[in-house]
């Protein structure tokens, strides 16, 4: 896909790899939405860089875990730009969730911002996509190897990798469906520096990754090959062979 032009919707895109992925984007020439939830003030920021560099965006807000805000930012990226050719499912929640001390409350929180939200936004761009559309979902390596203290999070990602292979079959062949399970990538802010150190002990390259590492795989996934669908690639460093 040649991304000069085309109408890309991000979710998630105001703060951290989203914002990565909407500046890299924009930088190709594609028009991009900037889905954002809370972070209003983060994602006019990144559309104040993009415009900077002569690029095209425009902002959208929702609450993810309502299907009524999936369809609407999808129906206000269509009003933007007259079109829309790729989403990027990548907004999610990410908190410690101990077994013996999780709600309710925050399991359906988890599974509706990480899973129900990837579903219902497909679901609503799939209407108006062109031939040769693309949706790509950001998983996580851990959806293969569940963390004990994030069991509700692993869930929703691991869900996430069945939801891009029913996808994929349900859409082919107008829409190519893949996902991207990053590892060890901008950790969380809360995390300490002995976390951090026991990571990359794990690690078997032995760093942390960085956000070109997950934003070259999008790339991948738009530019260079229009003959993948229902694949996930896995950008952790070698945590799943360790």
Same mark, same amino acid.
């Given at each position: 896909?040649?991304?000069?032009? $085309?109408?890309?919707?991000?979710?998630?895109?105001?703060?951290?790899?989203?914002?990565?992925?909407?500046?890299?984007?924009?930088?190709?020439? =594609?028009?991009?939405?900037?889905?954002?939830?809370?972070?209003?003030?983060?994602?006019?920021? &990144? =559309?104040?860089?993009?415009?900077?560099?002569?690029?095209?965006?425009?902002?959208? $807000?929702?609450?993810? *875990?309502?299907?009524?805000?999936? #369809?609407?930012? &999808?129906?206000?990226?269509?009003?933007?730009?007259?079109?829309?050719?790729?989403?990027?499912?990548?907004?999610?929640?990410?908190?410690?969730?101990?077994?013996?001390?999780?709600?309710?409350?925050?399991?359906?929180?988890?599974?509706?911002?990480?899973?129900?939200? @990837?579903?219902?936004?497909?679901?609503? =761009?799939?209407?108006?996509?062109?031939?040769?559309? $693309?949706?790509?979902?950001?998983?996580?390596?851990?959806?293969?190897?569940?963390?004990?203290?994030?069991?509700?999070?692993?869930?929703?990602?691991?869900?996430?990798?069945?939801?891009?292979?029913?996808?994929?079959?349900?859409?082919?062949? $107008?829409?190519?469906?893949? #996902?991207?399970?990053?590892?060890?990538?901008?950790?969380?802010?809360?995390?300490?520096? =002995?976390?951090?150190?026991?990571?990359?002990?794990?690690?078997?390259?032995?760093?942390?990754?960085?956000?070109?590492?997950?934003? *070259?795989? @999008?790339?991948?996934?738009?530019?260079?090959?229009?003959?993948?669908?229902? *694949?996930?690639?896995?950008?952790?460093?070698?945590?799943? &062979?360790?």
């Amino acid at each position: 896909m040649d991304l000069k032009d $085309k109408a890309i919707l991000i979710t998630g895109a105001g703060k951290r790899i989203g914002a990565e992925l909407a500046k890299a984007i924009a930088g190709k020439g =594609a028009q991009v939405a900037i889905h954002y939830n809370r972070s209003e003030k983060d994602a006019k920021t &990144v =559309a104040r860089a993009i415009e900077k560099k002569g690029g095209i965006a425009t902002l959208t $807000k929702g609450d993810l *875990s309502k299907p009524a805000d999936c #369809a609407r930012i &999808v129906k206000e990226t269509m009003k933007a730009f007259g079109r829309l050719d790729v989403l990027i499912n990548n907004a999610a929640v990410f908190y410690k969730t101990p077994l013996l001390q999780t709600t309710e409350k925050q399991w359906d929180h988890t599974l509706g911002a990480n899973l129900k939200s @990837v579903f219902f936004c497909a679901q609503a =761009a799939a209407k108006v996509m062109p031939e040769g559309g $693309k949706i790509i979902n950001i998983a996580d390596w851990s959806a293969v190897r569940p963390h004990k203290n994030y069991i509700p999070y692993c869930i929703s990602k691991a869900g996430v990798i069945a939801l891009t292979r029913g996808l994929a079959r349900t859409l082919a062949p $107008k829409i190519t469906v893949n #996902a991207i399970s990053p590892g060890p990538i901008l950790l969380p802010e809360d995390y300490d520096e =002995a976390t951090k150190e026991n990571l990359i002990r794990q690690t078997p390259l032995k760093r942390i990754g960085c956000p070109n590492d997950l934003v *070259s795989a @999008v790339l991948f996934l738009l530019e260079g090959t229009d003959f993948m669908t229902g *694949s996930t690639i896995t950008v952790d460093g070698g945590r799943l &062979v360790a």
